[in-house]
Nanobody
């Protein structure tokens, strides 16, 4: 079993930056692919970024490419999302997720993820 706890959300002005963290407990963090998703009010949850178990494969949603960076620190069992040049449309609850299968690749599909955090709110004011 894997537990995920997000932190780092908050209110920021457009153009600003935030770094989200996702602390993982449980087994084999270093062997798991991880991802970030977000859900804006009234919308479906959407893919943001994913990193493979090794960190060698990283994918981003087109809307965040060049602005967001996903990374994982295996020594700290922590996943990060650095968000720069934030826009009002980035406002959402951000969730981290982990795949159950080990040594797996990055994925943009929600169904590929088995463990989810409770989410952290990010609000970007214009």
């Amino acid at each position: 079993q894997v537990q995920l706890v997000e932190s780092g959300g908050g209110l920021v002005q457009a153009g600003g930056s935030l770094t989200l963290s996702c602390a993982a407990s449980g087994r084999a963090f270093s062997s798991r692919a991880m991802g970030w998703f977000h859900q804006a009010p009234g919308k479906e949850r959407e893919f943001v970024a994913s990193i493979s178990w090794s960190g060698r494969s990283i994918i981003y949603a087109d809307s965040v490419k060049g602005r967001f960076t996903i990374s994982k620190d295996n020594a700290k069992n922590t996943l990060y999302l650095r968000m720069n040049i934030l826009k009002p449309e980035d406002t959402a609850v951000y969730y981290c997720a982990a795949r159950a299968s080990l040594v797996s690749g990055s994925s943009s599909l929600e169904d590929d993820y088995d463990y989810w955090g409770q989410g952290t709110q990010v609000t970007v004011s214009s």
